[in-house]
Structures are given as structure tokens and as C-alpha cells.
């Protein structure tokens, strides 16, 4: 929770301002998550402040509202033809994505439990980021990812704007989004790799390296081709049912 706060503190994710009877007030709480490898094991456990999107009011605090959800079509094309045509499939991890898109209307937080300012405890949170939660979060994060990208160079496909697309003369990028989850591939690995860098310089981000485990599906590479799996999801779904040791082993 103290990371956490700290990274929403370092956004300047929030002001505090005096309260006001005329203000909504959007309450929020933590919400704890254990995030797992593909073979089950603990990668590390994370708390992350939420907004009650439930307090929210139509034209007051939010008006447009958009969900980036990537088509399956899509990914299976892109990782044909990396597989095809021997291209790295890079993924990266967006810290704290949602906090990089700049809010634009005035919204207004509880402060978080357990993190009063004993100064100012009957204050509230004048939120400056689009806060995980939000009704309007999701579009803030996305508009922001694609200013970005237009402005090096990157077109959006017709077909899914989760698929970002950047051509020249000697190579061809290409970035798949979901959420804060980006797959990269293209023809250079050299100008993948500094694209990455770039990337970096403007968002604070894990480099996972070679493509793994997505959207819980996990990726194998072999020297020819790359092999999907569910396993961790199907021995998951086993196990919720209380299924057999005896069909768990398989």
C-alpha cells in the first residue's frame, strides 16, 4: 500500500483541496492482487487504490467513456507473422498505467484510508490523473498512448485500434495494446530495442523481454515456431471444481 501511494504521490496524481458541499465526492478503497507466473508461483503481490465509479455522475465528474478491448483476430495475425517471418516479440509492462493520462474534468476523491493528512484530514483529493476506477479512465490512458504514437510516426489500423502500425523505407513496427500490456514486434530488432528505449524515457514501464504469458496465455518458443498454452487457466479451473489429482496430473 505505501509503494503505491508513494507512485500516486510521485504522478502528482492528486491536490488537496478544502471541501466543498457543492463537490461530488467519489469515494475509493485498496484493492489487494497476487500476481502469478505461468506456473503458479507468486511474481508479487500488489495493492492499487481504486475510485468507486458508482459515485460518479453523468456530465459532472465524466461524459465520454472508452474501453480498449484488442480483438483475438488480431493477435493471432500479429504472432503469425512474427512466427512466420522470424521477428522477436518483445512485451512491456505500463507501471501505473492509467495514472499517465492527464484528467480533464474536475473530479473529487475521498483521501485514501490510511493515508489521511493529519494536517489537513477533512480535505479532499482534486484528482489531476484519470485514477484506476474511474468511468473515464480507460479513454484518458488511451488517448494519451496514441498521441504518443502518432506523434512518432505510428498509424492506427482501420481494423482494431488496439494495433498500432509504424512503416519506413527499412522496417515495419508493430505495437499491440491491452491496457498496459504492449506487445512489440517488426522486422529490426535493432529498431525495436530503441523504440523501447524511447518508450521508456516517457513512462515508467518493465521490459519483460521475450513474449510470454499474455492475457493467460502462455507463450513457448521453440527454434521454429511458438507453441500457446492455457495450462495455468485450465489447472486453475481444476482446481476450483475440486477436480482429481489423477486429471490434474494430465
Known amino acids: 500500500m505505501s509503494e503505491e ?3 500516486l504521490v ?24 497476487i500476481k502469478r507466473n505461468p506456473d503458479g508461483s507468486v511474481m508479487r503481490y500488489k495493492a492499487r487504490l481504486v475510485a468507486k465509479d458508482f459515485h460518479q455522475r453523468l456530465e459532472i465528474d465524466f461524459s465520454d467513456t472508452f474501453s480498449l478491448v484488442v480483438k483475438l483476430t ?20 505500463v507501471n501505473n498505467a492509467f ?7 474536475d473530479v473529487f476523491m475521498q483521501q485514501p484510508q490510511g493515508f489521511h493528512d493529519p ?11 484519470a485514477i484506476y476506477g474511474l468511468h473515464q479512465a480507460p479513454r484518458t490512458w488511451y488517448t494519451e498512448l496514441q498521441n504518443l504514437f502518432l506523434s512518432i510516426g505510428f498509424i492506427i489500423s482501420k481494423f482494431d485500434s488496439s494495433l498500432f502500425i509504424r512503416r519506413q523505407k527499412k522496417f515495419t513496427m508493430f505495437l499491440l495494446v491491452h491496457v498496459d500490456d504492449i506487445i512489440i514486434t517488426g522486422t529490426s530488432s535493432q529498431q525495436v530495442q530503441q523504440f523501447i528505449t524511447t518508450l521508456a524515457h ?4 518493465k521490459d519483460l523481454g521475450p513474449l510470454a504469458y ?8 521453440t527454434s521454429y515456431d511458438l507453441f500457446l498454452s492455457q495450462y495455468k487457466y485450465i489447472r486453475d479451473l481444476l482446481e476450483k471444481h475440486n477436480c482429481r489429482p489423477s486429471i490434474l496430473s494430465l
Not at 17 to 26: C, K, S, W
Not at 119 to 129: D, M, R, Y
Open 5 to 7: 501511494f508513494d507512485a
Open 10 to 33: 510521485h504522478n502528482s496524481t492528486w491536490t488537496r483541496v478544502p471541501h466543498n458541499p457543492t463537490q461530488n465526492i467519489v469515494g475509493c478503497k485498496w484493492i489487494f492482487h
Open 74 to 93: 488480431t493477435i493471432q495475425i500479429l504472432l503469425h507473422l512474427a512466427v512466420t517471418y522470424g521477428w522477436a516479440l518483445r512485451q512491456l509492462d
Open 99 to 105: 495514472l499517465q493520462g492527464t484528467s480533464v474534468e
Open 119 to 129: 494536517q489537513f484530514p477533512q480535505h479532499v483529493c482534486k484528482l489531476q490523473k
Open 202 to 205: 516517457r513512462f515508467s514501464l
Open 214 to 221: 499474455f492475457l493467460g496465455v502462455e507463450a513457448i518458443h
